[in-house]
């Protein structure tokens, strides 16, 4: 059986083509690093052609090549010397890998194109929203509209035989993660939302021109625009000073509020841009802590369009066990910075991905579990 040349020619084809499918997937994979360096700055995915970032020459064909240039240019440009982000090859090697297990999985069906077209449009929305805390309408709506045109057109993907059955599961399951996740968004903020700092030998904080640095003498303060600290509208920053000043003005005892649009200090109030100049010190802040985004909710919304209401809940628990276990050592190894919101985003992509290959194993694995 092992020498028959038949089984050999369909194996070295077997081989062939899960070559074929890595290397579409890594030059789909750089593809998807221009849409995740682009959608979130609303540059045109298309035009112009690569080019580095921070020079702006155009990049020549060999120093374009999928994983390999990255490795051959050492992650430099090769004109300016500038470091190439690893995220570059790492979002490569991910689309490449995942196309590949897909094709290990599936073979040849159309479960494998359907899904290696979410698995690319979900890895887009992970490294933006690791990177600047959003998730791209394209992703999240997009992928909702394309799931529920999928299950329509295969219905099987939501065991279904007909079309309209299809176009039901995959209604329910959008509107059970739509639903289920604003809920679960809306409880999070109104519990957890806000909360109080204490800093023993006090934080000072300054804020100029809708930027914001606070320093609490441990780590190496970092400055960060105030819409990319408070997301929500809200979400707010809000302290007694114990000194400081605005502009000539004294802030000792004043209540300072700080939100996405103004600056409240006392009785008056500037919008972010106007306002003059803050340098305050306070003992305790209260500081907004982001259960998470409406884009969390969208994207949730989508993995429901594609494979109905039982993903949604698997997604759910998984995201967030992995969640609040990454969260916390994040913390323990004090790699977080204060106030930034953790995005939750990667977490339910991860999920999705695990439903993808385990999902139907799992769910008959819980079906059958002997009961004591
Ligand atoms: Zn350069």
Redesign the pocket.
Known sequence: MVDSPAVTATESAFVFWSFVVFVFGAVVGSFLNVCIHRMPRDLSIVRPGSH?P????PLRWYHNIPLLSWLALRAR??????AISPTYFIVELLNAGLWLALWLKFGPSPELAVYALLISLFLVGMFVDLEHYILPDEVTIGGTVVGVAFCVALPQMQGASDWTTGLLRSVIGLLTGGGVLYLVRWFGNLMFGRKVHAFEKGVSLVLDKARLQLDDHEEKPEEEAVKDVLTSKRDRIQFQATSGRIGEQNLAGLLVRITKEDLTVGGQRWTLNEAPRLEAVAHEIELPRDAMGLGDVKLMMAIGAFFGWTAVLFSLVLSSLLGSVVGLLLIAFRAHQWGRPIPYGPYIVVASFLWIFFGTDLTQWCLNFPIH
């Open positions: 580095c921070h020079c702006g020459k440009c090769a004109f300016c010397g500038t």
